[in-house]
């Protein structure tokens, strides 16, 4: 019994170190890249104020429903990589109560008292978008399925340190300027080489000719020795 009581002090402060350990490691994980998207509707006409590569948590794909409008990323192949729905909120609340919202905190006007809410003609939304480096296209969708913008978001793979398939040392030379620069530095490594020999050639030249200058002036003083005699 006693022993069981001794026991239970440990048990709780190791449950507490280990709620701690999961509570610091998630919170050290470290934020990804991502798209920060930025869309407006005024009236009802949808535009893209913004779309920029930043560190950050994308948001979670979830269902898409009927009236939602639909943000999708595409491969240089067609291929979805992403779908996120979302809507724009016309409606700024004063005092919502809890029958206005229905579900995932969505808002039935309809159900809330005549004073909560003032109708706004504009909405903005801010979506974070995961990052995908063969990213080509982000397209966004009415309700109804019309293609309402097309954003071209490949030239944000420029600059990850990795010459991705679509990208070449013309349209991105930070990322391939491997292969181009390789070329270069063979060509003034081999170009040093000759130069190099070019200078040993010449001085073996050099020493060649001195050499034989030398042979003929003990030539000329043997010969001239030998008529003194």
């Known amino acids: 019994m006693l022993g069981g009581l001794s026991r239970k002090p440990y048990a709780i402060s190791l449950a507490l170190l280990l709620v701690i350990l999961i509570i610091g490691v998630g919170s050290a994980l470290p934020a990804s890249k991502m798209y920060k998207v930025k869309l407006s ?95 080509k296209f982000l397209r966004f969708y009415e309700p109804n399925g019309r293609l309402i913008i097309e954003k071209d978001i490949s030239s944000f793979s420029c600059g990850n340190n990795v010459c991705d398939s679509h990208e070449t040392a013309n349209s991105c030379l930070q990322d391939c300027a491997r292969g181009k620069y390789v070329f270069y530095k063979v060509m003034l490594v081999f ?39």
């Open 41 to 135: 509707s005024v009236n009802g006409e949808v535009d893209l104020d913004s779309v920029d590569l930043v560190e950050g948590y994308p948001n979670l794909p979830s269902r898409v429903f009927p009236d939602d409008y639909v943000l999708r990323v595409y491969s240089f192949d067609e291929e979805v990589y992403y779908e996120l729905p979302t809507r724009f909120s016309y409606e700024v609340f004063l005092s919502a109560g809890e029958e206005c919202f229905i579900r995932d905190g969505l808002v039935e006007t309809t159900k809330c008292g005549e004073k909560s809410y003032v109708e706004m003609n504009d909405s903005v939304v801010v979506l974070g978008v995961p990052y995908f480096p063969n990213a």
């Open 191 to 229: 170009g040093l080489i000759l130069f190099i020999l070019a200078i040993l050639v010449f001085i073996f030249w050099e020493k060649h000719l001195e050499r034989k200058d030398i042979k003929e002036k003990i030539t000329k003083i043997c010969r001239w020795l030998k008529w003194q005699n």
